[in-house]
Nanobody, 127 residues
Framework: QLQACGGGSVQPRESLTLSCVVS????????IGWFRQAPGKEREGVSC????????VYADFVKGRFTVSRDKGKNTVYLQMNDLKLEDTAVYYC??????????????????????WGKGTLVTVSS
């Protein structure tokens, strides 16, 4: 199971950190990604990390602003979001999939590559 949390309401240029607690799945074996869905829009990839904390790829629209990290002991993955913009408003989800260094790139454009999804957490950026 996956559970994303940490969402909230912030103003533009502020920061927020999301957490994804993973249980029953070995992060050493699965890729983990962050995705988001804004109102009226399709779900899109934010980041995807190869199994065992390997390479992480980011969507162009978050490069330099968002960073993924993990705490292996807590089986938790974090999404540090800095310099938030109005267009970052969305429900954010974490998900796992049986991917490798090649397919994590493809997963950003194809959320259906992921196998297990958690409930999302809402991030609202407004002035």
């Amino acid at each position: 199971q996956l559970q994303a949390c940490g969402g909230g309401s912030v103003q533009p240029r502020e920061s927020l950190t999301l957490s994804c607690v993973v249980s029953g799945l070995a992060l050493d074996r699965y890729a983990i990604g962050w995705f988001r869905q804004a109102p009226g829009k399709e779900r899109e990839g934010v980041s995807c990390t190869a199994p065992n904390g390997g390479n992480t790829v980011y969507a162009d629209f978050v490069k330099g602003r968002f960073t993924v990290s993990r705490d292996k002991g807590k089986n938790t993955v974090y999404l540090q979001m800095n310099d938030l913009k109005l267009e970052d408003t969305a429900v954010y989800y974490c998900a796992t999939g049986a991917l490798d260094d090649l397919t994590i790139v493809q997963a950003l454009a194809h959320p259906d590559f992921m196998d297990h999804w958690g409930k999302g957490t809402l991030v609202t950026v407004s002035s």
